[in-house]
């Protein structure tokens, strides 16, 4: 799978000065806290349920992001990898849980901000290889439901597919 996003879902109630990520991310260029060749840091805290505050890289952008009214911290992986089905969400799991525990521990958040382990929203943000369709959802099925079973610990209690066509594709889970 290319093109993989994983979106872990913060914990209720969360600090609502986002922005406080700008200095963070400017950290994480400045220390290279994360592998890959990062960018610069944008900021869209002005766009209502928004990509809030974008860290971008060459490889892959990581955001604190506010899309479908609820925040969550975003990994985008922008570049094909050699990673197929499984192992390609596995790896963008893996950064995403990474980019979640480090801004928990950060001075701007630490004890204010918890991202769900067991809450996530899987997008494969590419519609030509992956078009929102059941026939793509039957395609993936296997690989996903291995994935949300290996992350979650179990099978998930709510597996919601968005079914706009117009949509990318995208797979939300809950335990």
């Not at 986002?18 to 806290?33: D, L, M, N």
């Not at 994360?34 to 766009?47: C, E, F, Q």
């Not at 959802?137 to 996903?144: I, K, N, P, Q, V």
């Amino acid at each position: 799978m290319q093109h993989v996003n994983i979106k872990l879902f913060a914990e209720q109630p969360y600090p609502k000065r986002i922005a406080a990520a700008i200095p963070v991310f400017h950290r994480w260029i400045q220390r290279r806290s994360l592998p890959g060749v990062l960018i610069d840091v944008a900021d869209y805290t002005h766009v209502p349920d928004g990509p809030g505050v974008l860290l971008v890289g060459h490889e892959f952008d990581v955001a604190l992001d506010e899309a479908g009214g609820r925040l969550g911290v975003l990994y985008n992986r922008k570049l094909p990898t050699a990673e197929i089905g499984l192992e390609s969400l596995r790896s963008a799991y893996r950064f995403a849980l990474d980019a979640a525990t480090r801004l928990e521990t950060e001075p701007e958040f630490a004890g204010e901000l918890r991202f769900h382990k067991n809450q996530m929203q899987v997008t494969l943000n590419d519609r030509l290889l992956y078009p929102n369709t059941a026939e793509t959802a039957a395609a993936l099925e296997a690989d996903l439901r291995a994935f949300f079973i290996e992350v979650l610990g179990s099978s998930p209690s709510s597996l919601e597919r968005n079914p706009d066509p117009r949509a990318r594709f995208s797979v939300t889970a809950r335990k």
